[in-house]
């Protein structure tokens, strides 16, 4: 492999994302070339200061953001939350009901309760389509930088 | 917080901080990038099939917004930027060296770079991300590496 080549490859390399005859044709190249070497030490040496530099948010903005996401409406953790709320909260106005009415103070039971039942309906989240890439088809979209 | 939200929030609030944080180059604005698509995935998570589509919408969402934020910022001033980079970053020496490299690198070059070596994307990830395809991505980090490895050796020649 010429040093044009290893050199066009060696981020491919160093990300493993390369096949195993170039890895190895890479991996021997650098062995036996100074220039390709140093190219090579040079690119670690970059991709190591990502690591190190690496930085944390303030403890401030991550509590802020934990107490805002426990106040937040979730589709799925408010329904999740209110379902059994909501079959409680049906049952316990069903049995009500029907007591009042053995006992003769409401003698309409059926469209109360049916009343009571529609207004706790829950309804289901709306579904939203997020996928952003479709790895069967490799089907890609527009440039958006 | 729901276990699986807490999970991606755990494993990927810092990571995301971080890619904004490279795009922006502003503290602030990284937090509040951070802040605002957690909070939004929040809202529509329940909705994803699988932890690589979030993850992928969750950077996109960042990046979205980073590059958004960019555009606003120049609107308003083309040198915020240059001014606000070495008060609030800059932490160390390897710091001060990767932000004074990565800073000379258009946004286009230097968002694929911060997603692959900070968050450890693949190209094909990446590409999703951005919605590009992988070979434009590969180029865009080829060519951003290639301009860093250029002037570290300047710098170098120089004794900077």
Redesign the interface.
């Known amino acids: 492999m010429e040093c044009k080549t290893v050199k ?1 490859l060696l ?2 390399y160093t ?1 493993n ?1 390369i096949s195993a005859g170039q890895k190895e044709s890479i991996a021997s190249h650098i062995k036996q070339c100074h220039e390709c070497t140093a ?1 090579y030490d ?2 670690i040496r ?13 403890p401030v ?2 509590a ?3 107490e ?3 106040a ?6 408010l329904h999740g939350f209110l379902r059994p709320v909501i079959g409680i909260a049906a049952a316990v106005m069903i049995i009500a009901s029907a007591g009042f009415y053995t006992s003769g103070i409401i003698s309409h039971k059926n469209n109360i309760t049916d009343y009571m039942i529609e207004s706790y309906e829950v309804v289901e ?9 479709n ?1 069967e088809t490799d089907i ?6 | 917080m729901e276990e699986r939200f807490e999970k991606l929030y755990r494993e990927n609030a810092r990571y995301v901080y971080n890619v904004a944080l490279g795009i922006l180059r502003n503290k602030a604005e990284a937090e509040d990038v951070m802040q605002n698509v957690f909070i939004k995935l929040f809202e529509t998570y329940g909705s994803f099939r699988g932890e690589s589509s979030i993850r992928t919408y969750l950077y996109r969402m960042a990046v979205n917004r980073s590059i958004d934020l960019i555009r606003v910022r120049s609107n308003r001033s083309s040198k915020l930027e240059q001014i606000e980079l070495p008060q609030n970053t800059v932490n160390n020496q390897a710091k001060a060296e990767l932000d004074s490299l990565m800073s000379r690198l258009p946004v286009e070059l230097r968002t694929p770079i911060l997603l692959s070596e900070i968050a450890g994307f693949s190209y094909k990830e990446i590409s999703a991300i951005l919605q590009l395809n992988i070979g434009t991505v590969k180029s865009r980090i080829n060519r951003g590496m290639t301009r860093l490895k250029e002037m570290a050796a300047k710098e170098v020649m120089h004794g900077v």
């Open positions: 066009e981020y491919d990300k994302e190219e040079e690119l970059l991709k190591a200061l990502f690591g190190s530099s690496l930085e944390s948010p303030s903005v991550l802020s953001i934990r805002k996401l426990a937040a409406p979730s589709g799925r953790r989240p709306e579904f939203y389509d997020n996928t952003v890439y790895y890609l979209y527009g440039d958006v930088l």
